[in-house]
């Protein structure tokens, strides 16, 4: 199975690559990106000063991780001095430099990182959502180096199809798309405070719970601007989720926050799963999965929800939920013609598959 990518230049043997966080933050951790199979790596967000970070800073939930780490610890010294050199040294797949976040920051940036960089992602998190702003930013960039660069798009950004359009026309090569989501909360009731927040009480949420704001984003884009390249992240944690974000149009991916949640042996695991999943998809290759094209057929009537009684246990789990009070529990259940919206979610939600809509 053909995992490659390539795009703008960089060719990468699978499409998966750490996002800038915790986890690619110094050499070592690099080089265990380098090691887990990663097609490209990409390091922790690197600005003028190091950041004064609030502990503890990392929350995990179930579906989620809240936030409030900032950029790079250290100070772009000890990556240009360092972290960068030594593992330029041992790399096998391109390097991707995270810098941060605005012109003049860019101004300074740049010039000291582009030996080492096959290319560089900038993020836009806190330089606020005026277009004017960003293109200046993007002209900066491109003035002080030929690599190829991508824009990170924070979700408070209300217009990716501007966005898009303004960083493609002064220089960018594309998007990757999306930052974590914020500003946002954790409150500790026994103790009446804020937990885990900045000195607003803010923190920002990542991981699986933004997957599809991401997947809309990514395929907004792709489809206003389709000549740019764009890098999916947000809310990736297993090899099905990697497809998804192909056929929402992009090229390659990135993952952090499930590997807080689940394991950094979670990157290797992808990386291995894939070839089967593309398999039972009746995918051949990753580049396959890129030039497929999603299909939306939207419909205003469908036929009404059909039981396979053989599979229904009679958990009523479908009665529960139905928000049109239209499922009975009979000898069977039971759709009642009359109240069904046929809006799909007993389908979805049936644990046994006993309900099917054509």
């Known amino acids: 199975m053909n995992l490659k990518t390539e795009f703008d230049g960089l060719k990468l043997k699978n499409p998966l690559m750490p996002a800038a966080g915790p986890l690619v933050g110094d050499t070592e951790k690099l080089i265990f990106m ?90 836009t998190h806190y330089v606020g959502t005026d277009l004017s702003v960003i293109r200046e930013t993007v002209k900066t960039i491109r003035k002080h180096t030929k690599k190829p660069f991508y824009m990170k798009i924070s979700p408070h950004i209300s217009n990716p199809a501007g966005f898009a359009k303004i960083i493609k026309e002064n220089g960018a090569n594309g998007i990757v798309a999306i930052n974590s989501l914020g500003p946002t909360m954790k409150i500790d009731i026994t103790s009446r405070s804020i937990l885990y927040g900045n000195e607003s009480g803010f923190v920002w949420t990542s ?20 000549s740019l390249t764009v890098i999916g992240v947000g809310g ?53 999965v890129i030039e497929t094209s999603l299909s939306n057929h939207v419909l205003y009537k469908r036929s009404l929800p059909q039981l396979i009684e053989e599979k229904c246990v009679k958990c009523d789990l479908c009665v529960k939920i139905c928000p049109y009070f239209a499922i009975e529990m009979k000898e069977i259940i039971t759709f009642n013609e009359e109240k069904c919206f046929e809006c799909g979610l007993c389908v979805v939600k049936c644990p046994t598959h006993a309900i099917v809509m054509e």
């Open 34 to 123: 380098k090691d887990a199979g990663c097609g490209a790596v990409v390091t922790k967000t690197i600005s003028t000063h190091d950041a004064h970070i609030p502990k503890p800073c990392i929350y995990a939930g179930k579906d989620y991780v809240m936030n409030s780490e900032l950029w790079s610890e250290y100070p772009k010294e000890k990556w240009i001095e360092e972290f960068l050199p030594e593992f330029v040294s041992v790399k096998d797949s391109p390097l991707i430099i995270s810098v941060g976040y605005t012109k003049e920051d860019m101004e300074i940036l740049i010039p000291l990182l582009d030996p080492f960089a096959d290319a560089f992602e900038v993020s």
């Open 207 to 226: 991981g699986p719970v933004i997957k599809n704001l991401a997947l809309a984003t990514v395929y907004s884009i792709k489809k206003a601007e389709p």
């Open 236 to 288: 990736i944690e297993t090899a099905d989720d990697v497809i998804e974000f192909l056929l929402a149009g992009a090229s390659g991916v990135q993952m952090l926050s499930a590997a807080l949640l689940k394991g950094k042996q979670l990157y290797e695991k992808i990386i291995t799963d894939l070839p089967k999943r593309l398999a039972f998809y009746g995918f051949s290759s990753v580049e396959e």
